[in-house]
């Protein structure tokens, strides 16, 4: 039984467990779990925080507090929602507040949000007195599928993402998709964007089963949502430290982040989600698979259709290619001048430690705007 149905149909308070890291991921109703995990964590646990935005307090914070004794005494900390939230200012306010809270060593951080928390989280439990304990409980669709599972922690610097971090597991990853209901359906897409990724990168059938689905019936989900956390979790444990194979997993990021930082810059007020930025990012990075790689282009443009249909796209001007091009150099990822890619020969055959030059990156912006 999936863990969607499980979780639906269940009524017994449980969670199953799919980990194949070195840390568990519950899935479903996993709060009795929770508890008896927190409980049996040695050295015992001095305290616990939650780090939580003011969405994830409203709506999230009620049904964590009411079905987890444990977490009857923590604290809360809250910063305001939004990547640009990611930063060195509120970290550094947020170890000043443990500080000043005599917070230990044995202090555990409970990141209870989307990828801004469970990344940023992570990072200030890692560098706070150099490590404290933390567990990520993912409420974004993005979160749960992608980023709170992998152990990437970090803050953007500027407008260059995720520029600054560590690789730090969580103690464990608890998944309940009773969070989604809080969710936009922006963010939702978002999280899509993320599953979109994991189809095209493991198999045929996988993107076969991804356009049968309509995107505001997130509860039919539940394959795909199970589908991507084997696939990341496999692909973490032959390459936690992305020497090589799980280069794969940034297929679409390397135009994605740049679109992400374009829309920050532009708009803040309302700027593409990460997701989103990926799906937009994939068009390009199968643009290139098919002139350098012979991607199949009738396949390519089935899923270039298929994005522009239901995903936000962004109006990119020519004057703004300069600048796309800019962050993309700027992207962690690359070597020396070359700008990193990630190819496809076909779907499910992945190529990483692909390079493009800027001419290349200037032809492909051309053709994405006059789509
Ligand atoms: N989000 C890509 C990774 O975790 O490697």
Redesign the pocket.
């Known amino acids: 039984m999936s863990f969607f149905n499980y979780f639906c149909k269940n009524t017994i308070d449980m969670s199953k467990l799919i980990s194949h890291l070195s840390y568990p991921i519950y899935i479903g109703d996993f709060f009795s779990d929770l508890d008896a995990f927190i409980f049996q964590m040695q050295p015992k646990v001095s305290k616990v925080y939650i780090l939580v935005d003011e969405n994830t307090h409203l709506h999230c914070i009620p049904t964590l507090i009411r079905n987890s004794s444990v977490l009857a005494n923590s604290e809360i900390l809250e910063i305001e929602s939004g990547e640009n939230q990611k930063n060195l200012d509120i970290c550094f306010h947020l170890w000043q507040t443990l500080a000043e809270n005599n917070a230990d060593r044995n202090t555990l951080l409970i990141n209870l949000g989307g990828g801004v928390i469970s990344d940023m989280g992570g990072f200030i439990a890692s560098t706070y007195k150099r490590g404290i304990r933390f567990i990520n409980i993912p409420t974004s669709l993005l979160a749960q599928v ?2 709170a599972v ?1 152990g ?1 922690t970090g803050i953007d610097l500027g407008v260059l993402k995720n520029h600054i971090g560590c690789f730090s597991n969580p103690e464990a990853v608890f998944v309940n998709p009773i969070f989604l209901d809080t969710l936009s359906n922006q963010e939702i897409t978002s999280g899509i964007g993320e599953i979109l990724k994991y189809s095209l990168i493991d198999r045929y059938e996988l993107w076969d089963e991804f356009k049968s689905y309509h995107f505001n019936e997130i509860s039919k989900w539940e394959n795909l949502i199970e589908s991507s956390l084997e696939i ?1 979790t496999k692909i973490v444990k032959l390459d936690p430290s ?1 020497k090589g194979l ?1 280069k794969i ?2 297929f679409g990021h390397t135009y994605g982040h740049a679109f992400e930082s374009l829309s920050l810059q532009e708009k803040p007020e309302a700027p593409l989600l990460h997701g989103e930025a990926v799906a937009l990012g994939i068009i390009c990075e199968l643009w290139h698979s098919v002139k350098k790689n012979n991607f199949p282009i009738h396949v390519f443009n089935e899923i270039k259709e298929f994005i522009f249909q239901n995903f936000r796209t962004y109006p990119i001007e020519e004057k703004g290619i300069d600048t796309v091009i800019d962050l993309m150099k700027k992207d962690k990822k690359n070597t020396e001048q070359n700008i990193s890619v990630i190819l496809l020969n076909n779907i499910g055959d992945v190529q990483f430690d692909s390079f493009v030059s800027e001419q290349e990156v200037r032809e492909c912006l051309l053709y994405f705007i006059s789509q």
């Open positions: 992608d980023a992998g990437k990341k992305e799980r997993l940034n």
